[in-house]
């Protein structure tokens, strides 16, 4: 069984940061992309950024390049998003998920995803 917890989520000032946190099991972040999506208020699950299996390749989406990073701990099965210079507008639901296909390539759509964690609030105040 194929589990995703997201932890991490919170109340943060404009300009500040947050790191959130995914930890699977039932598969491991080396065989599989893994991504985040975000959901704000009346919105759709948006991309935010995504890590492919072999840890060597990232994508983002265009309003969080230079402030926001992807990475993973192997070890610990876990992946991260590292937020600085945190907006209001980057108020939502984080979510993560990970890919439909062993070894297959990191995408920004999220019906790539098979599994979701159940999301962490991030809410940034102006």
């Known amino acids: 069984q194929v589990q995703l917890v997201e932890s991490g989520g919170g109340l943060v000032q404009a300009g500040g940061s947050l790191r959130l946190s995914c930890a699977a099991s039932?598969?491991?972040?080396?065989?599989?992309?893994m991504a985040w999506f975000r959901r704000a208020p009346g919105n759709e699950r948006d991309f935010v950024a995504a890590i492919n299996w072999g840890g060597g390749t990232t994508y983002y989406e265009d309003s969080v390049k230079g402030r926001f990073t992807i990475s993973r701990d192997t070890a610990k099965n876990t992946v991260y998003l590292q937020m600085n210079s945190l907006k209001p507008e980057d108020t939502a639901i984080y979510y993560c998920?990970?890919?439909?296909?062993?070894?297959?390539?990191?995408?920004?759509?999220?019906?790539?995803?098979?599994?979701w964690g159940q999301g962490t609030q991030v809410t940034v105040s102006s």
């Open positions: 039932g598969r491991t972040v080396t065989t599989y992309p």
């Open positions: 998920g990970i890919g439909k296909a062993k070894y297959g390539p990191a995408s920004t759509d999220r019906s790539s995803y098979e599994y």
